[in-house]
Structures are given as C-alpha cells and as structure tokens.
C-alpha cells in the first residue's frame, strides 16, 4: 500500500571509468616533472662547506664537477682510505683529468664551449695539494671557469 515500496531489486549502477585514462596521465606527468634524477652516483664522502658567497649560474648543464675525498665506507675495503679524485662515476688520477674536460667539452654545443665550469667539491679533510694537483691539470686543460668548494677545517 505505501508509496515507497521496493518493487524488485534495483542493481548498483555501473561507475563510469572514462575519465580514469586521463587521470592517471596527469598523475605520471606530475611526478615526471618534479623528480629529479641524479646523474652521478658519489663513490667519496664528501661534506658541503656553509657558503659565505653565492653565485648564480646561468645554465646549469654547463657546469662540470670533480669530486675530491675519501671513498665510501663500502668502496674503502677495495680502495684504502686515501683521498681519491671521482669524475663521473669512476675513480681516477690527476693525470685524466685533461682527457675528462676535453670529453666534457666536447659533448657540448660549440656556442656553449667558452662557458664551461668546472667546480671542484672537495672533502674538508682533502690536503691542499691534491688541489693544487686538480687546479695544475684543469689549466693545462684550458678549464678556464673554475669554482672550488671546501668544508673549512675548524680547529
């Protein structure tokens, strides 16, 4: 007699998936845009000075970096504990570092060849003549933009 009455059972209505596709892209597309992935693997440590000068770079694809410490702990067993330069993710000795920015300059537009930098990340504990070293061969290189970061030694 009601008004209201269930008259047969009525099924759930089916849920409309057609815009799923698109969601799902702009979410790939989200996290494509803000991750970042880094190109070097570090093989040393290596502890960032507190900047005291700042400078702003205008592309920062043109910039080159050596990396200056002590290996990891995983990589000291097989490579002792001595300062050791990284360029890319390999070991290497002073003497490659010619070929290294001559690669690297050469992977760039010729435009872009002039405004290479180099920048030298070394480990507070690195001896100053293993700098020096790096710097020597960097010149020799014609490397002529260098920038070099060093954790301050506090005594």
Not at 17 to 46: G, H, N, W
């Amino acid at each position: 007699m009601g008004k209201f009455s269930k008259a047969g059972g009525r099924e759930m209505p089916e849920l409309n998936t057609s815009s799923l596709p698109d969601l799902v892209f702009a979410f790939l597309f989200f996290i494509m845009m803000v991750t970042s992935m880094r190109e070097v693997t570090l093989k040393v440590q290596f502890k960032a000075p507190q900047a005291t000068e700042l400078q702003k770079l205008e592309k920062k694809s043109l910039v080159t970096f050596i990396y200056v410490g002590k290996p990891t702990p995983d990589l000291q067993k097989k490579f002792g504990s001595e300062t050791r330069i990284q360029l890319n993710d390999q070991f290497a000795e002073t003497s490659e570092i010619q070929d290294y920015i001559a690669q690297e300059k050469s992977s760039m537009k010729e435009e872009d060849q002039p405004f290479m930098t180099v920048s030298i990340k070394a480990d507070k504990d690195t001896k100053m003549g293993v700098i020096t070293d790096i710097k020597q061969a960097l010149r020799e290189a014609y490397a002529l933009k260098i920038s070099y970061s060093a954790a301050k030694r506090i005594e």
